[in-house]
């Protein structure tokens, strides 16, 4: 009942900048944290950014300094500015939000179909 889609992903060359944003959809009582993922072939799902319904922000250590994660709490949507990309922060870009769907349920985590980031050298 809850869907977050995804845009913003594509290829870039080294340097280059690209913003991806997230929207959620459904029926949801609150959005609590959301966050970004991504998967590079051959590894495991990584953290790269977080934020929580008050704006609090963790980074992974290799993007500090060249992403920042935002949010639209009005429009429900989650947005990353990746800035100074470079080749090996290619991957395919997941969102990830922690929504209650009723007052009476515990939140669960809901996932995006995931965007695929290309960054050329």
């Known amino acids: 009942q809850v869907q977050l889609v995804e845009s913003g992903g594509g290829l870039v060359t080294a340097g280059g900048s690209l913003r991806l944003s997230c929207a959620a959809s459904?029926?949801?009582?609150?959005?609590?944290?959301m966050g970004w993922y991504r998967q590079a072939p051959g590894k495991q799902r990584e953290l790269v950014a977080t934020i929580t319904s008050g704006g609090s922000t963790n980074y992974v250590d290799s993007v500090k300094g060249r992403f920042t994660i935002s949010r639209d709490n009005a429009k429900n949507t989650v947005y990353l500015q990746m800035n100074s990309l470079k080749p090996e922060d290619t991957a395919v870009y997941y969102c990830n939000a922690d929504v209650r769907t009723t007052n009476y349920r515990p939140s669960r985590d809901y996932w995006g179909q995931g965007t695929q980031v290309t960054v050329s050298s």
């Open positions: 459904g029926s949801m009582f609150r959005i609590n944290a």
